[in-house]
């Protein structure tokens, strides 16, 4: 008993993290206001500044932001803050942001997001579990991907956390778009989703993520459907994974905000992130979220400098899996078929020296690099690593020749788009003329 009350007072500490690192008007702990929404009775955050400077109009069909002042302040770059020091404590200005329509009180996400790993958590109770997820909420982490199989988990992390850490935190479920017209039916979506809201606990979800599904014709049904939920209160956030360009400006088109989109990118394969999703994010003004940035663990220091490669006997199941595919795949691309040559000489030598260079990890590197790719918000990490450590991530910056060269490496370049292609209107069709309105 003792030990949890410890474990609070230390948790209690977050509290004035968030406040203090977070942007002014965005530290939603230190200075509460009523809810325009009082149906669950949770706090609206003041708004940020850069929200401040956005004059809106709606109508039928859409809001069209009118004016917005798009000079960057501090709090919306990534943080580059070589003082940081502290293994815990609060994050940089601009390690969270706002994702989505603040009238629907989404909370702050963290640029770096921490999955709560089936594979790591299944090898330690539950006890252990919450301690280490504990762990990453006094570093300042406060942006977590739950997993369906951990949810005895996530209900004792619920209850062993103060409510006021946990009202910083923000928990993203997943659903599974269905691929038949029975499941589809609006009626059965709701309540799935509200069985997983019940099973949780709570009486609001933070962010459902709505994940892609091959053949599926009802992604914009469940679209609508969660949208309603929103309205009710049920959920604060919607976010897609995998979703196409082409699917999410039919979305756009259709009415259905969305908060970001998620896709699986790395060094290794970059490919997710097309020159068609970079313009649809730039027209949309949608945020991106990057899964897998270290590859199962081939893009950390684990093998940087082993020259012989192991047998697959030594590999995890997650590090086999990338060796046999995504390695092969890109090693093909590069030079040939020997791919752990390759592996160290064109990829690890790279990563290596600019790690030297920074004086950081190649963890680091890597996951700075998706964390600096255009329109990227938020990157996500299994929580097996040590979160003193990811909080150096925030203490450096890769410069251009840095990216360029990282781009060399994964023999995909003509990916990136210059930002002076992406001027001009959307094309998404303007309906603030009421003229031409039928």
Not at 51 to 67: A, D, G, L, P, Y
Not at 108 to 123: E, K
Not at 145 to 173: H, M, S, W
Not at 245 to 262: E, M
Request: proline share 6%; net charge negative; charged share 25%.
């Amino acid at each position: 008993m003792e030990k949890r009350r410890q474990t609070n007072r230390a948790l209690a500490l977050f509290l004035p993290s968030i406040a203090v690192s977070v942007p002014s008007g965005v530290a939603f702990l230190s200075s509460m206001k009523p809810q325009l929404r009082p149906l669950h009775g949770t706090k609206t955050p003041n708004l940020p500044p850069f929200f401040e400077r956005i004059e809106q109009e709606s109508n039928f069909w859409r809001t069209i932001v009118t004016k917005q002042n798009n000079k960057k302040d501090d709090n919306q770059r990534i943080p580059c803050d070589p003082s940081l020091l502290d293994a815990d404590g609060p994050l940089p200005a601009g390690a969270y942001q706002i994702l989505g329509n603040i009238q629907q009180e989404p909370k702050p996400t963290c640029r770096l997001s921490i999955s709560m790993d089936t594979r790591v958590l299944f090898q330690s109770d539950e006890n252990e579990a919450v301690s280490k997820l504990h762990q990453f909420m006094d570093c300042g982490f406060n942006t977590f991907q739950l997993d369906d199989e951990l949810v005895g988990v996530y209900r004792k992390l619920r209850a062993d956390t103060p409510e006021t850490v946990l009202n910083a935190c923000q928990f993203i479920n997943t659903f599974q778009t269905p691929c038949n017209s029975i499941m589809a039916q609006p009626s059965i979506v709701r309540d799935e989703i509200l069985h997983i809201l019940r099973r949780n606990g709570g009486d609001c979800m933070d962010t459902l993520e709505l994940k892609y599904t091959s053949g599926s014709d009802y992604h914009l049904d469940v679209l609508n459907v969660l949208t309603d939920l929103q309205r009710e209160g049920f959920v604060r956030s919607i976010i897609t994974k995998d979703f196409s360009p082409d699917l999410l400006r039919q979305a756009a088109s259709c009415g259905f905000a969305i908060d970001a989109n998620k896709i699986s990118c790395n060094l290794f394969n970059p490919m997710p992130y097309t020159k068609e999703l970079q313009l649809a994010c730039f027209d949309l003004k949608l945020p991106l979220r990057v899964s897998s940035p270290l590859a199962g663990g081939m893009l950390t220091d684990k093998y940087a400098g082993i020259q012989r490669e192991p047998p697959p006997w030594e590999l995890l199941p997650v590090e086999r899996n990338y060796v046999n595919h995504a390695i092969t795949r890109w090693a093909k691309n590069i030079k040939g078929d020997n791919r752990w040559n390759i592996y160290q000489e064109y990829m690890m030598d790279t990563l290596i020296d600019i790690a030297h260079k920074h004086g950081v990890s190649v963890t680091l590197v890597s996951l700075r690099w998706a964390m600096q790719l255009d329109h990227v918000a938020s990157v996500i990490v299994p929580c097996d690593y040590e979160p003193e450590k990811l909080r150096k991530v925030f203490c450096f910056e890769l410069d251009d020749d840095d990216m360029d060269r990282l781009w060399k490496a994964t023999g995909e370049e003509g990916l990136v788009v210059e930002s002076n292609f992406m001027d001009g209107d959307s094309d998404l069709p303007d309906l603030s003329n009421t003229k031409l309105w039928l």
